[in-house]
């Protein structure tokens, strides 16, 4: 017995390469607005970047206000609650020379605008990473700590949870993002899918599923694949 590729579902996340300039966008969940979502984004994105070259912010605007208008008329009649989760993550240069961009939106936020991830300090360097989604493995693994822990302990000692970070940020994992090159980075995101993954498939996955990773690698000079769409596929049957 064999579950369907998840990739192939409608929650499925998909990402998106700007042909154009060094841009990418990964959905989550779109699937639910119909079989042809994909090739609307994909034919989107491309129509934006023929033209006079838009910022990545009127992007993340114009995406989120299309799959928005198409959430709306299919999902009408659900409560917000009950419409299924459809958004993206958004980033990309402005120049070559420029700091990272990137926008994130979630439709189930009242068909909100796209916010900005990160804050804009120019002259200062950023590093770091963006993890979404699923986020109770790698926060016990890398950070050291149930993130539900800080509420659990600041109720009981009747102590905020701005006052117990510090104490928590003592047993994080220590890693130099600074110092990471681009193989490095790659090789910790893969590490991070993965070890979410398979914890999943331990925990509450049955034995029988399949699914397909995909990675992108943005930089200044362009956005290509990590590796071919699947090529980073698992799949287990009995």
Known sequence: MSIPDPSREPAASRIFLSPERPLGVLIWGAGSLGSDISAEIAAALGDQEKGQRP??????????????????????DLLPYLRPRIGFFLAGFEAEDGPPTDWAWDMNEAFSPPRPV?????????????????????????????????????????????????????????????GMDLEQATEMARFMIHTTLGLLHLQ?????????????????QGACWASPPGAEGRREEE
């Open 55 to 76: 910022t990545i912010r009127l992007i993340a605007h114009d995406l989120a206000q299309s799959l928005a208008q198409k959430g709306q008329r299919k999902f009408a």
């Open 118 to 178: 990160r804050t804009g300090r120019p002259g200062e360097p950023q590093y770091g990473f963006n993890w979404r989604g699923l986020d109770l493995w790698l926060t016990r693994l890398l950070l050291g700590y149930d993130p539900s822990l800080l509420h659990r302990l600041g109720a009981r000692l009747a102590v905020s949870e701005e006052q117990l970070l510090p104490l928590f940020r003592e047993v994080e994992l220590p890693f130099s993002y600074s």
């Open 204 to 220: 509450t996955y049955p034995r029988s599923f399949s699914w397909e990773i995909e990675m992108a690698i943005i930089t200044p």
